[in-house]
């Protein structure tokens, strides 16, 4: 049985007429006559009666009829379903982000996304690198911006280098860091004898900035840790201590912390674009990285650092 043949079938069965039938279909006649036989053969039993030019449903034609149209309307649906994924109408995106990478590099994608694609399903996953990774192995993410380089053992990934970003030191208004006068660069040992607030584990700043300090030969004193970036935010804001954030993350924390960049060779972090090697993303998924990679992948560190 041909899905072109129920086609046929119905129109006869609606036109209750082969001519007026094969005009609907857009078929010649004699082509429509043999594809309703041998449909007809197929099944072992005659669709139509036609009696002295008469076209009426047999008791055959009459339980095939609801079933072809419901053939033909699922039929229909399924076209448009993947015509509306194809033409980006509708779909989901799973992507996966580090909470610095979500507050400071994906809401203007993520806006021009949206007012490009209303219909697409934005799903975003928060986590560290480590937790992401996993994630995306187990297909529970389509993409996913991770710090490189990759925790190991990690799975086959496929990733593209988005950006390259400072971090900076971020603290209360009051408080003035690397002497009197509180200008200019800081070294990494001038955090020495600084309180600091801090990540929780699995956080890639929280173990970049944890390197950094042992490399320059101490070990940073914390006075709150384990939050996530906006209960760091908030508890600097208190106070209670400075802490590293990204310079993206630093230009929209608003104009009551004072931003500090470090001297160089300073401390710097790639983000990548990561999808599993052997999965290809969906088309949607597709879509938002060339974005990303439109929008970012030719930017700098980002705007100017404050003091």
């Known amino acids: 049985m041909q899905f072109q043949q129920l086609q046929y079938f119905v129109a006869v069965a609606e036109a209750r007429h082969f001519t007026r039938a094969a005009e609907r279909v857009h078929v010649a006649q004699p082509s429509l006559s043999q594809q309703i036989r041998a449909l007809e053969k197929e099944l072992g039993a005659e669709l139509f009666s036609r009696a002295r030019g008469n076209i009426a449903l047999t008791d055959a034609g009459e339980v095939l009829l609801p079933l072809a149209?419901?053939?033909?309307?699922?039929?229909?649906?399924?076209?448009?379903?993947?015509?509306?994924?194809?033409?980006?109408?509708r779909?989901?995106?799973?992507?996966?982000?580090?909470?610095?990478?979500?507050?400071g590099l994906l809401p203007d994608v993520l806006r021009a996304f949206h007012d490009r694609h209303p219909g697409i399903e934005l799903l975003i996953d928060e986590g560290g690198s480590h937790d992401l990774v996993r994630e995306l192995a187990r297909g529970a993410l389509?993409?996913?911006?991770?710090?490189?380089?990759?925790?190991?053992?990690?799975?086959?990934?496929?990733?593209?280098?988005?950006l390259e970003e400072?971090?900076?030191?971020?603290?209360?208004?009051?408080?003035?860091?690397?002497g009197?006068?509180?200008?200019?660069?800081?070294?990494?040992?001038?955090?020495?004898d600084v309180p600091m607030v801090m990540y929780r584990h699995g956080y890639d700043l929280r173990e970049l900035t944890v390197a950094a300090c042992r490399a320059a030969g101490f070990e940073p004193t914390f006075t709150v840790e384990g939050g996530e970036m906006d209960a760091v935010l908030g508890f600097v804001r208190a106070g209670l201590g400075?802490?590293?954030?990204?310079?993206?993350?630093?230009?929209?924390?608003?104009?009551?912390?004072?931003?500090?960049?470090?001297a160089p060779p300073g401390l710097r972090r790639t983000i990548a674009l990561a999808h599993r090697s052997d999965v290809a993303p969906p088309r949607a998924a597709r879509?938002?990285?060339?974005?990303?990679?439109?929008?970012?992948?030719?930017?700098?560190?980002?705007?100017g650092v404050r003091d």
Do not use: K
């Open 242 to 262: 400075v802490t590293v954030v990204p310079r993206m993350v630093a230009a929209r924390s608003g104009r009551d912390l004072r931003v500090t960049a470090l």
């Open 142 to 162: 389509d993409l996913a911006l991770v710090v490189l380089p990759l925790p190991t053992p990690a799975p086959s990934l496929t990733t593209v280098r988005l």
């Open 91 to 103: 779909g989901r995106v799973r992507l996966g982000a580090t909470p610095s990478v979500c507050t």
């Open 166 to 178: 400072d971090l900076v030191v971020v603290s209360a208004p009051e408080l003035r860091l690397g």
């Open 180 to 192: 009197a006068r509180g200008a200019g660069p800081l070294r990494i040992t001038a955090l020495q």
């Open 69 to 89: 149209r419901r053939i033909l309307a699922d039929a229909d649906t399924a076209r448009h379903e993947v015509q509306e994924l194809a033409q980006l109408r």
């Open 287 to 303: 879509e938002l990285q060339r974005m990303l990679l439109s929008s970012h992948g030719q930017q700098g560190a980002g705007p």
